[in-house]
């Protein structure tokens, strides 16, 4: 692939990371404005929507562990940019990467101004979690069969 077909998979990576970002970022704006602490709305069948603060990584694990929580996120964003760096001409890789770049920096982001996570999305029996926990999640299951898939293959 041409430097320029690089370039462009770096910038398809790079739009998938800020819509991401905005829808992520804008979703938790309103849930902030509009849903008290600790309020729970039913608004779909098994949906609720609430508005907690995560200061720990998935689920809650690793709860008020402070700084270890941002580092690890860095660690594991150097990770798939190493990744995208090394394989940006495998199909759909810039897929993968945008997903779990604009979570990543979601979250971090609310770390950076508040503190914790803004989770928003209840279902019954699972803890609560956001538009930037979907987008990682979804990012990790895609990276996982892009990376399995033949690479030889240069279209997306």
């Given at each position: 692939?041409?430097?320029?077909?690089?370039?462009?998979?770096?910038f398809?990576?790079?739009?998938?990371?800020?819509?991401?970002?905005?829808?992520?970022?804008?979703t938790?704006?309103?849930v902030?404005?509009?849903?008290?602490?600790?309020?729970?709305?039913?608004?779909?069948?098994?949906?609720?929507?609430?508005?907690?603060?995560?200061?720990g990584?998935?689920?809650?694990?690793?709860?008020?562990?402070?700084?270890?929580?941002?580092?690890?996120?860095?660690?594991?964003l150097?990770?798939?940019?190493?990744?995208?760096?090394?394989?940006?001409?495998?199909p759909?890789?810039w897929?993968p990467?945008?997903?779990i770049?604009?979570g990543?920096?979601?979250?971090?982001?609310?770390?950076a101004?508040?503190?914790?996570?803004?989770?928003?999305?209840?279902?019954?029996?699972?803890p609560?979690?956001?538009?930037?926990?979907?987008?990682?999640?979804?990012?990790?299951?895609?990276?996982l069969?892009?990376?399995?898939?033949?690479?030889?293959?240069?279209k997306?």
């Amino acid at each position: 692939m041409t430097d320029s077909g690089r370039t462009g998979q770096w910038f398809k990576a790079g739009l998938v990371t800020l819509v991401v970002l905005a829808v992520d970022q804008s979703t938790k704006v309103v849930v902030r404005a509009n849903v008290l602490p600790g309020e729970r709305l039913h608004p779909l069948p098994l949906v609720g929507i609430v508005n907690v603060r995560n200061t720990g990584i998935a689920f809650g694990a690793l709860g008020g562990a402070g700084w270890l929580v941002p580092v690890l996120t860095l660690v594991a964003l150097c990770g798939v940019f190493l990744w995208f760096a090394l394989k940006p001409t495998r199909p759909y890789a810039w897929i993968p990467a945008g997903l779990i770049v604009g979570g990543a920096i979601g979250n971090l982001a609310d770390r950076a101004q508040r503190g914790a996570v803004t989770d928003f999305i209840a279902l019954p029996h699972w803890p609560a979690f956001n538009f930037a926990d979907c987008a990682i999640t979804v990012g990790v299951i895609l990276l996982l069969i892009v990376s399995e898939r033949d690479g030889s293959k240069t279209k997306d």
